[in-house]
T-cell receptor, first 116, second 111 residues
Framework: EAQVTQNPRYLITVTGKKLTVTCSQN?????MSWYRQDPGLGLRQIYY???????DKGDVPEGYKVSRKEKRNFPLILESPSPNQTSLYFC???????????????FGEGSRLTVL | AQRVTQPEKLLSVFKGAPVELKCNYS??????LFWYVQYSRQRLQLLLR??SRESIKGFTADLNKGETSFHLKKPFAQEEDSAMYYC?????????????FGTGTRLTIIP
């Protein structure tokens, strides 16, 4: 089944303890992106990647890192999590048409992170 | 800078009544607009895009460049339409396309 898979789905951690949220897609999509969803703020883009080894900041990149060493994987790294990073995180992927974003994103199920 | 505004956080409509979810945008160029939907316990998914000019699940949306709006409409609401709806704008800057989402509207259909 074609899909985007995120892990873990739920995580409670403490301030400063490094964590990684994995994201994998099996659709051979070039484009991948991370969003966070917060009440009243909607979906905000954290980082995105147009292809392997190509990543760029979104609207709210502070406190996050990403890497794109393989086409299928796009992990989100929180080096030193803080309580303001408590949120619902979504990974998404998309095919590029002639290197252009089509606007059709395929989303993972979300990862709910709580930082105490 | 591009922006998408959905003025209603919550919208309740009786079954069988018309539905209109509002979306306004600000962008200086020619954007592409989308509606995404998230049903309970399901993934966020694309509902429709303005360039397709299609009706999906009875929903339509027309891009009004004069009013910079892309409102989502359905003539007769059904209970299964209850969900979270997000309007999104794609700015077609080659190599740096950006999909910006609004804050979302939670639609509840009252039986």
């Amino acid at each position: 089944e074609a899909q985007v898979t995120q892990n873990p789905r739920y995580l409670i951690t403490v301030t400063g303890k490094k964590l990684t949220v994995t994201c994998s897609q099996n659709m051979n999509h070039e484009y991948m992106s991370w969003y966070r969803q917060d009440p009243g703020l909607g979906l905000r883009q954290i980082y995105y990647s147009m292809n392997v080894e190509v990543t760029d900041k979104g609207d709210v990149p502070e406190g996050y890192k990403v890497s794109r060493k393989e086409k299928r994987n796009f992990p989100l790294i929180l080096e030193s999590p803080s309580p303001n990073q408590t949120s619902l995180y979504f990974c998404a992927s998309s095919v590029l048409a002639e290197e252009h974003h089509t606007g059709e994103l395929f989303f993972g199920e979300g990862s709910r992170l709580t930082v105490l | 800078a591009q922006r998408v505004t959905q003025p209603e956080k919550l919208l309740s409509v009786f079954k069988g009544a018309p539905v209109e979810l509002k979306c306004n945008y600000s962008y200086s160029g020619s954007p592409e607009l989308f509606w995404y939907v998230q049903y309970s316990r399901q993934r966020l998914q694309l509902l429709l895009r303005h360039i397709s000019r299609e009706s999906i699940k009875g929903f339509t949306a027309d891009l009004n460049k004069g009013e910079t709006s892309f409102h989502l409409k359905k003539p007769f609401a059904q209970e299964e339409d209850s969900a979270m709806y997000y309007c999104a704008l794609l700015s077609p800057n080659f190599g740096n396309e950006k999909l910006t989402f609004g804050t979302g509207t939670r639609l509840t259909i009252i039986p």
